[in-house]
């Protein structure tokens, strides 16, 4: 009878462990899934950020043109015979950044049928994800990166055109070759911005003060000094910090991108491993939720 007792406690307690390990085994299942489709959704987020950014780039590099402009204006010794010069310096850089702008619009629709075809109530053949991802690789056949970069573009898209088609690789790929056309011109783009930066302080310094207007310059300066050069200095003060912080506020939007796209190219490289580190995945998700928590 005893023996009977303990076979049975033992046949009980392995029911529990095995119910455990099921459970155990169904939520990394579970979390699994959700890592992928957390994958997906992080590529939506951060195309519309790419998208968004370009256009605040834009505007910055129009905006450039115009402070210059307000540099000699001021600091021409003859106002009345003056001649506009606005250049169109940083033309190049925005007709770049229009069309790489489009690119990403095909990018986040790619990541959008991605997002589709992880979902389980869809039949996955409904996300049409194969010619998405062939047309945000299409687009990027106008781009000359490195000397690399069309080599794999072109890869990618008979990979893509095949009757074997593998998502988690393709959508790796797609990641990588984005990232690069977000990083292409970075760093010219700092350098230029450092440089705006550097010569409008000098064309604000070098405004002789008799240009302002004191008793309005006295109304914008919230100090309390009644000597109206000082003030009008502090106010050439307040300019040149406003376009620091502007300077920084999208070097630093940039920047964010940027590091996006290293956690989504690290992301959708692990995701495509056959053995996976889901701690890894889980903190890439994690540190990419927190990149973006604020803004």
């Known amino acids: 009878m005893k ?37 997906s959704e992080n590529g939506i987020l951060l195309a519309t950020k790419a998208i968004d950014a370009y256009d605040v780039l834009n505007t910055s590099l129009r905006t450039q043109s115009y402070d210059n402009e307000m540099i000699r204006i001021l600091n021409d010794p003859s106002p009345a015979t003056y001649m506009m010069q606005m250049n169109t310096v940083n033309a190049g850089f925005i007709k770049n950044n229009i069309e790489k702008q489009a690119a990403f619009r095909l990018f986040k629709k790619a990541f959008s049928a991605y997002n589709l075809f992880l979902d ?24 000359k990166v490195n000397d690399y970069f069309q080599e794999r573009v072109q890869m990618l898209k008979k990979q893509v055109s095949g009757t074997r088609f593998n998502e988690k690789p393709a ?14 011109d970075l760093e010219k783009l700092y350098l230029l911005f450092e440089a ?12 002789n003060n008799t240009q302002f207007n004191k008793q ?5 300066v919230d100090k309390p000094y009644n000597n109206s050069d000082v003030l009008v200095n502090l106010y050439k003060l307040q300019l040149v910090k ?28 692990e995701i495509a491993k056959k053995r996976q580190d889901t701690e890894k995945i889980h903190r890439l998700n994690e540190e990419f939720d927190a990149l973006f928590a604020d803004n």
């Open 242 to 269: 406003e376009k620091e912080q502007k300077t920084e506020s999208i070097t630093e939007l940039l920047q964010n991108v940027s590091t996006g796209f290293e956690y989504l190219s690290d992301l959708s490289a």
């Open 216 to 220: 309005k310059v006295s109304n914008l």
């Open 196 to 207: 705006d930066l550097e010569n409008y302080k000098k064309g604000i310094n070098a405004i």
């Open 171 to 184: 959508i790796m790929e797609l990641s990588l070759l984005y990232a690069d056309l977000w990083n292409a």
């Open 3 to 39: 023996t009977y007792k303990n076979i049975l406690i033992k046949i009980q307690v392995l029911t529990v462990l095995f119910l455990l390990l099921s459970i155990s085994f169904s939520c990394t299942k579970q979390r699994h899934k959700n890592e992928t489709v957390f994958l």
């Open 120 to 143: 389980k109530k869809f039949d996955y053949s409904s996300s049409n994800l194969q010619n998405k991802i062939f047309a945000a690789a299409t687009a990027l056949d106008s781009f």
